[in-house]
């Protein structure tokens, strides 16, 4: 099993509507949760992070966090072409893995104008 | 300087060839980190350096994969007899603390490997 995993893609939207990006992950003790965006050919980019269960807002990105079920998702509203981009989930453990961040393979998401 | 930098920003080798990866974090920042990212996957640890503290290397795929950093500063990652799979986007980030939640990313560095 993997540490971390995303629904598979690619994701395609059309402008305007809401994007929603899934992850799982499996270990109980992770503390920290991040979604990172790569544009192609580009390196990662923190767009969001959260901590607690619940949700978290930011302009356009909603994080929302469920500790009890494993899962962490990335919900977009009011999708642009300019989201366009492969949307990585990242995990931190705690413990002595502190610092290092496990990645999912990644959504691809392509907003269609 | 304003973000990390790494260089080269491409490297084609021979199998068979060692290559040496560079990166230079954000002035300031403690904490390094390497990551592998082979085409249309995600980011795979390779190495942490977390200021004077033991290096975590438990994610170097082998033993021809070494990486180095003095102080705070620069880090070189090198890669020994490369192979076909060693073929990847080589990333680098560093956090202002160990463990500091926001790793900012270097543009890193494409390997290809004849």
């Known amino acids: 099993q993997k540490e971390v995993e995303q629904n598979s893609g690619p994701l395609s939207v059309p402008e305007g509507a809401i994007a929603s990006l899934n992850c799982t992950y499996s270990?109980?003790?992770?503390?920290?949760f991040f979604w990172y965006r790569q544009y192609s050919g580009k390196s990662p980019e923190l767009i969001m992070s959260?901590?607690?269960?619940g949700d978290k807002e930011d302009g356009r990105f909603t994080a929302q966090l469920n500790k009890a079920s494993q899962y962490v998702s990335l919900l977009i509203r009011d999708s642009q072409p300019s989201d366009s981009a492969t949307y990585l989930c990242?995990?931190?453990?705690?413990?002595?893995?502190?610092?290092?961040?496990?990645f999912g393979r990644g959504t691809q998401l392509t907003v269609w104008p | 300087g304003a973000g990390v930098s790494q260089s080269p920003s491409n490297k084609v080798t021979e199998k068979g060839k060692d290559v040496e990866l560079r990166c230079d974090p954000i002035?300031?920042?403690?904490?390094l980190y390497w990551y592998r990212q082979r085409l249309g996957q995600g980011l795979e640890f390779l190495i942490y350096?977390?200021?004077?503290?033991?290096?975590?290397k438990s994610g170097l795929p082998s033993d021809r994969f070494s990486a180095e950093r003095t102080g705070e500063s620069v880090s070189t990652l090198t890669i020994q007899r490369t192979q076909q799979e060693d073929s990847a986007v080589y990333l680098c980030?560093?956090?202002?603390?160990?463990?500091?939640?926001?790793?900012?990313f270097g543009p890193g560095t494409r390997l290809t490997v004849l």
């Open positions: 980030a560093s956090s202002l603390l160990p463990g500091a939640d926001t790793q900012y």
């Open positions: 270990d109980r003790g992770s503390q920290s």
């Open positions: 959260i901590y607690s269960n």
């Open positions: 990242a995990v931190k453990k705690g413990g002595s893995t502190l610092g290092r961040l496990y």
């Open positions: 002035s300031g920042h403690t904490a």
């Open positions: 350096f977390q200021g004077n503290s033991a290096p975590d």
